[in-house]
T-cell receptor, first 114, second 115 residues
Framework: AQSVTQLDSHVSVSEGTPVLLRCNYS??????LFWYVQHPNKGLQLLLK??????LVKGINGFEAEFKKSETSFHLTKPSAHMSDAAEYFC????????????FGGGTRLMVKP | KAGVTQTPRYLIKTRGQQVTLSCSPI?????VSWYQQTPGQGLQFLFE???????NKGNFPGRFSGRQFSNSRSEMNVSTLELGDSALYLC??????????????FGPGTRLLVL
């Protein structure tokens, strides 16, 4: 069985400061891991994905995430927050036995203060 | 290339009615998955279709059903609507069959309100 825990439901940062959104996963097999972003009243947009290649994954808009198997973590970071980053972020896992079924974390709402 | 489209975008129904939502995947994509998003339960997997066959199903009652047509377009149906069915229903498409964990691309969703 696969599951995802996003450790913070809300994160608030000031514009220009670093962003850290934390995610831990559980998977029976080698997982694929994703981060998606959802802006208000919009669908989900893929930020980045890990599929057993490089453990440090670079995504769009300056985001990156590091897969740490020993810690079962896949935290999302960005060096400098921008106002447009304010949104809800979802960490997502899919393992080999789940087909295309994605299991979502509860989401982290990122607020960016001017 | 056009993205995933969903119709209608907004829908209001009353308890006991049924509803049909439609999803057109990205051209060339053959896998379509459906998800329900609510404030209380978050995002939950409903089912996945590939080549007109249901490949995977989440833990939802039989009132939730779906199908896929030969052009890969998909519909989901909810019968005997309940207040708790109010949600954003998201459709996602991907290129390959189940098991290859391709990237899934999401549509904007259909927001259903049940009164």
């Amino acid at each position: 069985a696969q599951s995802v825990t996003q450790l913070d439901s809300h994160v608030s940062v000031s514009e220009g400061t670093p962003v850290l959104l934390r995610c831990n996963y559980s998977s029976s097999y080698s997982p694929s891991l994703f981060w998606y972003v959802q802006h208000p009243n919009k669908g989900l947009q893929l930020l980045l994905k890990y599929t057993s290649a490089a453990t440090l994954v670079k995504g769009i808009n300056g985001f990156e995430a590091e897969f740490k198997k020993s810690e079962t973590s896949f935290h999302l970071t960005k060096p400098s927050a921008h106002m447009s980053d304010a949104a809800e972020y979802f960490c997502v896992v899919s393992d080999r036995n789940a087909g295309n079924m994605l299991t979502f974390g509860g989401g982290t709402r990122l607020m960016v203060k001017p | 290339k056009a993205g995933v489209t969903q119709t209608p975008r907004y829908l209001i129904k009353t308890r006991g009615q049924q509803v049909t939502l439609s999803c057109s995947p990205i051209s060339g994509h053959r896998s379509v998955s459906w998800y329900q998003q609510t404030p209380g339960q978050g995002l939950q997997f409903l089912f996945e279709y590939f080549s007109e066959t249901q490949r995977n199903k989440g833990n939802f009652p039989g009132r939730f059903s779906g199908r896929q047509f030969s052009n890969s377009r998909s519909e989901m149906n909810v019968s005997t609507l309940e207040l708790g069915d109010s949600a954003l229903y998201l459709c996602a498409s991907s290129l390959a069959a189940s098991g290859r964990r391709e990237t899934q691309y999401f549509g904007p969703g259909t927001r259903l309100l049940v009164l």
